[in-house]
């Protein structure tokens, strides 16, 4: 009886301590246009838009942006964001997706506008 008592508390605390447990956190939808994401804890894996640039006014020299008034995007296959470690990039004016896959680590949005999740 004391054996079936024992198990039923450790039965009992462990449904316990899983209720209790705090929510995993949710997947950022939006990305915001700054930042590193790492994929998992922060971001979910998927195809990403946004619609370009966050800069309120564009700096052209010779009818080219300067690098200032563009959105930048990296893929990394490390979680620190490591530039030896980059899979992707590009780099535009205008709207733009990102693919972030299964292969991807972690991402880097520089000066962009927020990142929503394509269905």
Same mark, same amino acid.
């Given at each position: !009886?004391? *054996?079936?008592?024992?198990?039923?508390?450790?039965?009992? #605390?462990?449904?316990?301590?899983?209720?209790?447990?705090?929510?995993? #956190?949710?997947?950022? =939808? /939006?990305?915001?246009?700054?930042?590193?994401?790492?994929?998992?804890?922060?971001?979910? /894996?998927?195809? %990403?838009?946004? =619609?370009?640039?966050?800069?309120?006014?564009?700096?052209?020299?010779?009818?080219?942006?300067?690098?200032?008034? !563009?959105? #930048?995007?990296?893929? %990394?296959?490390?979680?620190?964001?490591?530039?030896?470690?980059?899979? +992707?990039?590009?780099?535009?004016?205008? /709207? !733009? %997706?990102?693919?972030?896959?299964?292969?991807?680590?972690?991402?880097?949005?520089?000066?962009? +506008?927020?990142?929503? *999740?394509?269905?």
């Amino acid at each position: !009886m004391a *054996r079936a008592l024992r198990a039923l508390a450790i039965f009992v #605390a462990s449904v316990t301590a899983i209720a209790m447990a705090p929510p995993a #956190a949710a997947a950022m =939808d /939006p990305i915001p246009g700054n930042g590193v994401f790492v994929v998992g804890p922060d971001i979910a /894996p998927g195809l %990403y838009h946004t =619609d370009g640039s966050a800069s309120v006014v564009g700096v052209w020299i010779n009818n080219v942006p300067t690098q200032d008034s !563009m959105c #930048a995007w990296f893929t %990394y296959g490390t979680p620190d964001a490591n530039k030896e470690h980059v899979l +992707q990039t590009n780099i535009s004016i205008g /709207p !733009m %997706y990102a693919n972030i896959n299964t292969s991807v680590k972690a991402f880097e949005s520089q000066n962009c +506008q927020p990142w929503t *999740r394509v269905p």
